[in-house]
């Protein structure tokens, strides 16, 4: 079992920058792939990034490419989303979710979540 806490979301304006983290603890033994998923109100939770077990293989939404960046630190046990440019179209609770071995683009893969962290865009 791992257990997933996001952090770093916040009120910001368009066109400003925040970065999330997501500290994993438990059996985390750096054998996870990683994902961040968000979820607006009314909507169905979408993939955002995913990033392999060493971090070398990254993937991103169409809508969050060139803007949003993936990474993961495994001494800290630690991912980050990197945002910037945010749109209000970017606002949501943003989560992040873990996997053994390979990472994926769909929610329904990743077994482990943490609990989530608001992200809300004024225009």
């Known amino acids: 079992q791992v257990q997933l806490v996001e952090s770093g979301g916040g009120l910001v304006q368009a066109g400003d920058s925040l970065r999330l983290s997501c500290v994993a603890s438990?059996?985390?033994?750096?054998?996870?792939?990683m994902g961040w998923f968000r979820q607006a109100p009314g909507k169905e939770r979408e993939f955002v990034a995913r990033i392999s077990l060493s971090g070398a293989s990254t993937n991103y939404a169409d809508s969050v490419k060139g803007r949003f960046t993936i990474s993961r630190d495994n001494t800290k046990n630690t991912v980050y989303l990197q945002m910037n440019s945010l749109k209000p179209d970017d606002a949501a609770v943003y989560y992040c979710a873990a996997r053994v071995a390979f990472s994926s683009t769909r929610a329904s893969d990743y077994p482990y979540w943490g609990q989530g962290t608001q992200v809300t865009v004024s225009s």
């Open positions: 438990g059996r985390t033994d750096n054998n996870y792939a």
